[in-house]
């Protein structure tokens, strides 16, 4: 206990926590409360691939002005305000001239015996040079304390992007390290047709909050896009540069590799109709590759499998489909399917593993989602989202044709897709509400379980790292029946927490503040049978932005 009092003490001489509306960032609020409009039928026509222009947003902040009711045609404007700036614009209670503002931010996470806190000075960069050019991002500096084997919540994003220049000096029994950050992007183009690029986080919908293509928990990456937006069609295009972050070695020890330059892309196009009012569905594909780059993957209309096969099939393509109703009542219905490694062959059977349309061979390894989705014209509630995910064994990982980690869905060690690992579900239910424009509140239970698919069948972990091959024969095991958490041992992971974040603006900026907390039950922790831990976890916040 004692630590956790001097932690407590080293937290309160910091003080401040960062958060201006960042349009970099699709893990900013601004873009919960742009689902939940449209949801609600204001907007429409939405692209799949997040963070969003501020070319865009402003439109869509404009179209709630319009059609919204008083308390979101009041929200609207005030992000509008705050993003709508140009370079030189004079406006009033405003600390800093535009775009530029300041901050002092600071983050904690603790479990009582285990804690972490991250501190930084920041610069955010955001607006408009003309009509036709936005930009948005920030340049952060700080520092980090943490105690020795702090480990956060299973399942859960709290990955620190920043970067350190090796230094490890250890303060009152925890160890302590200076850092940077540098994100954001800018874009080239109008709110219809669209060039984005950066160093950022991305998501991909229609479930952004957790999707299986490209999830926001997924670390920052180059990114380059484009997007195509008409009344029945949204064409969206992009290309993240990752980094393998591992190889094996001869004896096939995973090896780390974070200091070493490779090359290793993902590349997804996507294909949105909205052919009614009521109904949408998408068609994507992409692939993932390294060792070189090849520009005939950034063709929009490219087939992927295709072009793979042409370009020597070392690769690793997706093909992906989705479905989106929206019901009377504010009510939504979304579906997705990811699906690794298609092959028409071994598809329709002529590649003599199994017959037409089977799954008991490559092609059951398949990312699947369902969601529903309620955003409800009340006071308080203000959406209700369920959604179910499962990954099935081997799903995202390719790694028997390269020494170095190329083909794996992940980047520096993490997935890009969904945060689970392959042979793993979760079903999720969360609640947001607003008690009061300057409060928001945040309910969240989630129930997962994962399991080794090649427990008793090869010598993997069941990880990303695990591509379901038999080191002795050399051959691959998921050529069967798919073993989706058939295993003896499988971990459950319960969680149930809640998070109130309050917001006041200030003459001079506007001051934020903040604090949530996790219970979790977890069985078979880490796939050790009989394992079995109860956590706490408490999250606090406090955010001045000048």
């Known amino acids: 206990m004692k630590r956790f009092y001097i932690f407590l003490c080293l937290l309160l001489c910091i003080t401040g926590f960062l958060n201006a509306q960042l349009v970099s960032d699709p893990n900013d ?3 919960t409360w742009i689902s939940i409009w449209e949801e609600k039928g204001y907007l429409n026509n939405l692209p799949p691939l997040r963070p969003y222009p501020i070319q865009l947003v402003k439109k869509l902040l404009q179209q709630v002005q319009e059609v919204g009711n008083e308390q979101e045609a009041e929200l609207a404007g005030n992000y509008l305000q705050q993003i709508d ?10 600390s800093l001239p535009a775009p530029l503002n300041f901050a002092i931010e600071n983050q904690t996470w603790t479990a009582f015996e285990e804690h972490r806190n991250d501190a930084m000075v920041s610069l955010i960069l955001q607006g408009s040079i003309c009509d036709l050019v936005s ?10 304390v943490e105690t020795d084997g702090f480990y956060g919540p299973e399942w859960m994003n709290i990955i620190d992007e920043a970067k350190s220049g090796g230094g490890n000096e250890m303060i009152f029994g925890m ?49 380059f896009s484009f997007n195509y937006i008409a009344d029945w069609i949204t064409v969206s295009s992009v290309m993240l540069v990752l980094h393998p972050r591992y190889y094996w070695d001869d004896v096939n020890h995973v090896i780390d590799s974070l200091s070493t330059i490779y090359e290793k892309y993902l590349v997804v196009h ?31 209309f490219a087939h992927m499998f295709y072009t ?13 489909l989705y479905m989106k109703f929206r019901l009377p009542l504010n009510i939504q219905l979304k579906f997705m399917c990811y699906l690794d490694d298609f092959n ?13 349309f089977s799954l008991d061979n490559a092609q059951n390894k398949v990312a699947l989602q369902a969601g529903l989705t309620w955003a409800p014209d009340m006071d308080i509630l203000k959406r209700i989202r369920v959604d179910y995910l499962m990954v099935t064994p081997y799903t995202y990982t390719h790694n028997e044709n390269y020494e170095i980690n190329y083909l794996s869905y992940t980047h520096v060690g993490e997935g890009v897709g969904t945060i689970l690992e392959p042979n793993s579900d979760q079903i999720t239910v969360n609640a947001f509400l607003q008690f009061a424009p300057w409060c928001n509140t945040t309910l969240q239970a989630r129930f997962a379980r994962h399991g080794n698919a090649s427990e008793d069948e090869a010598h993997g972990d069941g990880s990303y790292y695990d591509d379901g091959f038999d080191d002795d024969t050399d051959q691959p095991t998921f050529i069967a029946p798919a073993r989706f958490l058939t295993q003896d041992v499988i971990e459950y992971v319960f969680q149930l927490g809640c998070d109130l974040d309050f917001v006041f603006g200030l003459e001079w900026g506007e001051l934020a503040c903040g604090i949530g907390y996790l219970f979790e039950y977890v069985y078979n922790k880490d796939l050790i049978e009989g394992s079995e831990e109860f956590n706490h976890f408490v999250k606090l916040f406090l955010k001045l932005t000048l």
């Open 135 to 144: 930009f948005s991002g920030r340049a952060s500096w700080g520092g980090s």
């Open 344 to 356: 028409t062959d071994t598809f329709f059977g002529t590649d003599g593993r199994s017959g037409p």
């Open 308 to 320: 793979q096969q042409l370009y020597g099939d070392d690769d690793s393509s997706f093909l992906g």
């Open 85 to 94: 700036v140009s370079l030189g614009d004079d406006i009033p209670d405003r």
């Open 29 to 31: 609020t601004l873009y």
């Open 270 to 300: 996507s294909y949105i109709f909205n052919p009614w009012d009521w109904f949408e569905f998408g068609i994507l594909q992409s692939v993932v590759y390294g060792g070189r780059f090849n520009p005939v993957y950034l063709l929009p």
């Open 175 to 223: 160890k302590a390290w200076a850092k940077n950050l540098g994100l954001g992007g800018m874009t080239v183009g109008s709110s219809d047709v669209y060039f984005q690029a950066g160093l950022m986080r991305s998501s991909f919908g229609p479930f952004f909050e957790n999707g299986v293509v490209i999830g926001p928990q997924c670390p920052a990456a180059g990114h």
